[in-house]
């Protein structure tokens, strides 16, 4: 919950008008609705689109009217921004469907290109798809994708704020870890995928998307517990979901890195008891 600070707007005693303080603190608070519900979209990293529409319009108005204005304008840059993403990824997700590089395809139903919010401040990266994943044409929907959506509700987020893709598109069969030829020929998808949504951080399941997108010859148990900075984002490893419904000792060390990754997007960490 993003408590309302100070509540609803308040009139001064004299006039039925809101206070400019009122006004300055409701949309203080819209912006962090904004904000914590995953719409910040940096348009090249850097500023909040929220604050750049400030900036632009030249620091904070005490104009009730620009600020509803400049609401009006923020809104419709964001959606254009979020339609504008779901083109770009919907283009290559068409050119998924019918890809045909590496043997994969000949087994796969349906290929599983990604699915979450196109600006997430936030991306999960898993192996390939699995049995269920096959048949539905989106990741993480078995077994393991309850976990992670476990995982992802106890950083107080839901699935729909963030985005979820593999490393290989189409499902390997009976399960195998994708051949090395394999992660090399889908890995321009996942690239262009990162490209648009830009996420401020991202969390690698496994060892699969550790070796492919940071090229690290280690373990996911070595890799562990640090945050690697890969093209000016922060990277944190963590283990796989199916390998934690195996480990369930371990889930203990994969909530440490999500906690790791709350901190670095600035999300309340429950504090101990
Ligand atoms: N495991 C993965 O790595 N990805 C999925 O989509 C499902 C299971």
């Known amino acids: 919950m993003i408590a309302r600070p100070g509540g609803e707007p308040t009139s001064d005693a004299a006039s039925s008008e809101p206070s400019l303080a009122a006004i300055a603190r409701d949309l203080a608070f819209r912006l962090e609705v904004i904000r914590q519900l995953g719409w910040i979209v940096p348009l090249g990293k850097g500023a909040p689109l929220s604050e750049r529409?400030?900036?632009?319009a030249g620091g904070t108005a005490a104009d009730p009217v620009r600020d509803s204005e400049r609401d009006a304008d923020l809104?419709?840059?964001?959606?254009?921004?979020?339609?504008?993403?779901?083109?770009?990824?919907?283009?290559?997700?068409?050119?998924?469907?019918?890809?045909?590089?590496c043997p994969l395809c000949e087994s796969r139903t349906r290929t599983v290109f990604g699915v979450g919010d196109p600006s997430a401040r936030l991306m999960f990266i898993g192996e390939a798809p699995g049995f269920d994943e096959d048949r539905l044409g989106e990741p993480f929907v078995g077994k393991a994708g309850q976990l992670l959506d476990r995982m992802i509700a106890a950083m107080g987020l839901r699935r729909e704020q963030v985005y979820i893709a593999n490393v290989v598109k189409c499902r390997p069969p009976q399960n195998r870890a994708p051949e090395a030829r394999e992660a090399v020929a889908c890995l321009p998808y996942l690239r262009r995928q990162i490209d648009i949504v830009r996420p401020e951080v991202i969390c690698l399941l496994g060892n699969t998307p550790?070796?492919?997108?940071?090229?690290?010859?280690?373990?996911?148990?070595r890799a562990r517990g640090r945050v690697i900075e890969w093209q000016d984002t922060p990277v944190?490893?963590?283990?796989?979901?199916?390998?934690?419904?195996?480990?369930?000792?371990?889930?203990?060390l994969a909530w440490e890195d999500l906690q790791t990754?709350?901190?670095?997007?600035?999300?309340?960490?429950?504090?101990?008891g």
């Open 53 to 56: 529409a400030e900036d632009a």
């Open 75 to 101: 809104d419709a840059d964001l959606d254009a921004e979020l339609d504008r993403r779901r083109e770009l990824l919907d283009v290559i997700a068409r050119e998924v469907a019918g890809c045909v590089a």
């Open 210 to 221: 550790l070796r492919a997108v940071l090229g690290s010859s280690e373990g996911i148990t």
């Open 236 to 252: 944190v490893p963590t283990f796989h979901p199916a390998y934690l419904l195996r480990n369930t000792a371990d889930k203990r």
């Open 261 to 272: 990754v709350m901190r670095l997007l600035g999300l309340e960490v429950p504090g101990p």
